[in-house]
């Protein structure tokens, strides 16, 4: 059975970053990488974390009330997810490549002109999963911001049959967030195919900080 709408948003805004919060209390966190987001922030300030659609919900709670702009779908799913994001201390700025981008790029452009992070996950907001959409590359390019791979992973944990295979920590869970190296793009390479490219090389790095995570805990990443 399907919740209606208005009963759904309101859970998510009011139950889901209470639920987000005291699920977090529990959790044991330990950080790897810490010195590459150290050397973005010294080479700009803020910065563009990459993340997977999957590792949403922990990341979430980990970077709770530090303020950055996620980016959002315009999707139904999307405003559930805002309503809880948001909650916990977030911005947020509604479109993708597809819907609303136009006006999300000029939302995200005034936003990392404030100084603020961005958070973006390149294969939402439905998918391929753990496969790099060009725009985050694309808003990299403009922003000429570094952008921090990041992932983590939790045991004991629940991942959801979902397409993204959504990650849910278990209560006193242990867990391994990772920060990859930062990497600037070349804001004058302006060809299709090395926007593609450039693409490939985030999805690559992005997969290996999740390999590390999951490995930490003991996970074949799949």
Avoid at 26 to 52: C, D, H, K, M, P
Avoid at 112 to 124: E, F, H, K, M, S
Avoid at 128 to 149: D, H, S, T, W, Y
Avoid at 150 to 159: A, N
Wanted: hydrophobic residues 35%.
């Amino acid at each position: 059975m399907r919740l209606n709408r208005s009963v759904a948003t309101w859970i998510s805004e009011n139950v889901g970053p209470l639920f987000i919060r005291a699920m977090g209390v529990t959790l044991r966190t330990r950080r790897n990488g810490l010195e590459n987001l150290a050397r973005a922030r010294q080479e700009s300030g803020n910065v563009i974390y990459a993340f997977w659609h999957g590792r949403l919900l922990p990341l979430s709670y980990l970077h709770r009330d530090e303020g950055a702009n996620v980016l959002v779908s315009t999707h139904q799913d999307g405003e559930y997810i805002t309503r809880v994001i948001q909650g916990l201390g977030f911005e947020t700025s509604r479109g993708s490549s597809t819907r609303g981008g136009t006006a999300a790029l000029r939302d995200l452009i005034a936003t990392a002109a404030r100084g603020v992070d961005i958070a973006i996950t390149p294969d939402g907001p439905r998918g391929p999963r753990e496969c790099c959409q060009p725009g985050i590359v694309f808003l990299a390019r403009k922003l000429g911001l570094p952008v921090v791979p990041v992932s983590v992973c939790f045991r004991p944990s629940v991942r959801l049959k979902s397409w993204d295979r959504f990650m849910i920590p278990l209560p006193f869970a242990r867990g391994v967030e990772v920060y990859g190296e930062p990497v600037t793009y070349d804001s004058t390479r302006r060809s299709k195919d090395s926007l593609m490219k450039d693409a490939r090389d985030l999805e690559a790095r992005l997969r290996a900080v999740t390999r590390e995570a999951d490995s930490a805990c003991g996970y074949r990443t799949d």
